[in-house]
T-cell receptor
């Protein structure tokens, strides 16, 4: 079974530019999460989709970040305009169920974003 | 105080050694606890969940102490392949949104 995939693996952009990250969860997984790890810090939650709906976006840093999951399949995370402090590794994770119990989250390999 | 705190290490141990990591959490309402393993420049992978009664998986033993608000991970008979960063993860409340610690680095040498 294919795991969570993310594209691109690396992105280097200049401050003020726009970048769109993509995540393809494991097929059939309703839950999709975005996380970010800034250099030297812990992994931080950004937001959670259940199918196409945003369940929790309390971790989104500001309105320069926009996440979508049209059709409840893949998700995109757009940063516009990018700032230097947005540099880091963006992880996506998915889990299978929408029940109240905690399911194992399967992480993608991450997208390493560098803003110059 | 950070929500989840871990000693960053690195813990540098010889093969065959036993090593233990602790992790403390600040929110007494936390309900679910996990240890993840992350290899260099790779994604985190679930190592094991941590249950109140403690649980063991081969050479790995995890324990939870709710009164003192910490969880632990014990690795026996360390292997070179155990070298990685071990992340403590805590989930609180009904949202099941995980809070990660910064991770503890383990280096197992021959």
């Amino acid at each position: 079974e294919a795991g969570v995939t993310q594209f691109p693996s690396h992105s280097v952009i200049e401050k003020g530019q726009t970048v769109t990250l993509r995540c393809d969860p494991i097929s059939g997984h309703d839950n999709l999460y975005w996380y970010r790890r800034v250099m030297g810090k812990e992994i931080k939650f950004l937001l959670h989709f259940v199918k196409e709906s945003k369940q929790d976006e309390s971790g989104m840093p500001n309105n320069r970040f926009l996440a979508e999951r049209t059709g409840g399949t893949y998700s995109t995370l757009k940063v516009q305009p990018a700032e230097l402090e947005d540099s880091g590794v963006y992880f996506c994770a998915s889990s299978p169920r929408t029940s109240e119990s905690t399911d194992t989250q399967y992480f993608g390999p991450g997208t390493r974003l560098t803003v110059l | 105080r950070k929500e989840v705190e871990q000693d960053p290490g690195p813990f540098n141990v010889p093969e065959g050694a036993t090593v233990a990591f602790n992790c403390t959490y600040s929110n007494s309402a936390s309900q679910s606890f996990f240890w993840y393993r992350q290899d260099c420049r790779k994604e985190p992978k679930l190592l094991m969940s941590v249950y109140s009664s403690g649980n063991e998986d081969g050479r790995f033993t995890a324990q939870l102490n709710r009164a003192s608000q910490y969880i632990s991970l014990l690795i026996r008979d360390s292997k070179l392949s155990d070298s990685a960063t071990y992340l403590c993860v805590v989930e609180t409340g009904g949202s099941y949104i995980p809070t990660f610690g910064r991770g503890t680095s383990l280096i197992v040498h021959p």
